[in-house]
């Protein structure tokens, strides 16, 4: 899944080309890139299937060339996770109903590669044998409140539980309290399941969205499948696959793993799995000249030289007609700063 | 006088296109034009003289098109303000050897334009009827330890006093010293004299430079003029006026005005003078959309959007190819900035 636009990192991240399309850690693949070599461990390139937004399509292109035209497949319209992985899931099975698939963010960074790859397969052989929903749930190291928990339930197979609760993103307390019990992994939005367990659960779960997609059954897999999705893929809701299936569905199993994982969704998440300078600075694609200044990360874009005096732990992003500064510390602000410069400029600096 | 490089405002100000030849106060006009402007109130077009170096001869042209390439000497090098004004009054005093000659800095701000007017012609009238080299003092507003300072003797004329002392800059218990006795005026670096007596302090306080425009006396407005200053100028010590000529003569006198003088010499010099948003930010020749950040000045060339959130007292200069962000009390550090840049990166930045 690589639709997302990353205003959180406005202006680095921009509409035209967001975050997942950069080469946020300065490795020289785009997160992308980093997520589909990752994934190519895993799954023959040709079972590869990409979801993003027609607005996308070339960057995709660009930089994924070795990929099928039919192997990316372009939504007509924004409608979160849910009706991308419906549609997903009905493109598979109409190649192969018996197919397993994991579904995942093409935005998150994994450290222990080996280490994911056992965890995934260790979770297909679950999935393969038994009619469940997995999800990976994160081993917690900090008491993160930037994401939801999973609570886990009785031990079934090796690392893998039944699901408890889902929870929403907790305040600072209460994800001390997560992390002290032991109980709680955070949800990282990385899904297994068999192409026909998903199917079934959009039915029983999200009639909306697994009623769209039955209607056009016959048309996945053949020419005909692109004009139906253009036709029919903006009339889904609008809804994620946490709310409508898997905060819902009763076969909801967790595979507790820790292979060094980020969503990679904050600035801050950012500096913290970046390669500092000396000074505890964090550089993106430009050169820095730092005097008093310490814990800032400085994405600019191209060959620029950042002169910097008395900054300590801010956010400095250039993107060339868009320069924000800002500290770590009030990112979440960003969003609301996306929308002053929309409502002062339009869309000329989205 | 155009020349300088005008590093205290890197990079903002680039060597390839100083502070003087920037738009600075985003009138419409660059601080040269401005100047150049005001002057044409007293002196008659044909008889301005710009003096540069070389390199910015096009910038120049391009500013000022209405003038004739006689009236543009151009330096083959940089060899302080003594040399400059030697040439200038060789030149002068060839076309009319009983000229006299206002000098002016292109990179000042006067704000009450009509008291300069009135000040000038009475400084006119002064150092035409006697044998007098003329400067003007600046009230001080307060004590600023960025300028030299003069203190004045006794009354002789109107506003016109013989010098007592020139100052170097002072430390600020002395500057406030300074300020209270009311004898002590900001030097200006603008100063009156006919040709004949400058030339004639010239030859007695710089022998070295008068020497090597005395040789040349013939070539001065011939064509000649230019072949002999490509190989002569380079060939002088490089000195101010101030150390050459105005430390060292008997009949240096000291014109005290009032009339709004900044030599925009600092960032906090430019802020000081620029009109504040409401939230007391200056911007220069961008939009800012500001969160809790008071007191900075926003230099950024082109159509830039700049979005901050907690800063203050900054300065914030971006040139396409150099971003500098600088406490405005930290300014003096830039000097050094530049120098570091040179270290690392050559020419590429300055």
Redesign the interface.
Known sequence: MCGGIGSRFW?YSRASRPKQFIDFLGTGRSLLQMSYDRILDIVPRENVVILTNEQYASLVREQLPELRDDQILLEPARRNTAPCIAWAAYHIAARDPEASIIVAPSDHLITREAMFRESVLAGFDFVEANDALLTLGIKPTRPETGYGYIQVGAPVSGDIHKVKTFTEKPHLELAKVFLETGEFFWNSGIFLWKAETIIKALREHAPDVAGTFDAGAAAFGTPEETRFISENFPGCMSISIDFAVMEKAKNVYVECVDFGWSDLGTWSALYDNSPKNPDSNVTQNC?V?A?NSTGNIFA?N??????????KD?I?A?A????????KA?EQ?IKQ?VN??KL??GD??L
């Open positions: 202006p050169s000249i005097y600019v191209g060959e620029k030289l950042v002169v910097v005096d008395g900054l801010y400095v250039d060339g007609d868009v320069l924000l500064i800002c500290p009030e602000r700063m002053d410069a002062a400029y000329k600096y």
